[in-house]
């Protein structure tokens, strides 16, 4: 069983910067695919970040040149650095980590900008 752990979160200005932070229990070395998700009221859940096990990266358009996806094997532990973030940035973020045909998920945590 796989449990993610997020921290980081919270309420920033525009422009600032956030780093999340996405712990994982049991094997780390066993997850393929681990990513950023995150949720604006009324509007669908959306990949934000993503990393391979090879340390592949996919962002969304959005977000390309600000935020960046790290793993860091030692610590179990993937990273998002938020910088230059701005309102529309605002939602929850979630971390998703594949094992095999399985997805896991963290329990979410709030990303709030103002302007």
């Known amino acids: 069983q796989v449990q993610l752990v997020e921290s980081g979160g919270g309420l920033v200005q525009a422009g600032e910067s956030l780093r999340l932070s996405c712990v994982a229990s049991?094997?780390?070395?066993?997850?393929?695919?681990v990513g950023w998700y995150r949720q604006a009221p009324g509007k669908q859940r959306e990949l934000v970040a993503a990393?391979?096990?090879?340390?592949?990266?996919n962002y969304a358009d959005s977000v390309k040149g600000r935020f960046t996806i790290s793993r860091v094997y030692v610590k179990s532990t993937v990273y998002l650095q938020m910088n230059d973030l701005k309102p529309e940035d605002t939602a929850v973020y979630y971390c998703?980590?594949?094992?095999?045909?399985?997805?896991?998920w963290g329990q979410g945590i709030q990303v709030t900008v103002s302007s």
């Open positions: 998703k980590a594949d094992r095999g045909a399985s997805s896991h």
């Open positions: 049991g094997d780390f070395f066993s997850l393929s695919t």
């Open positions: 990393i391979g096990r090879g340390a592949n990266t």
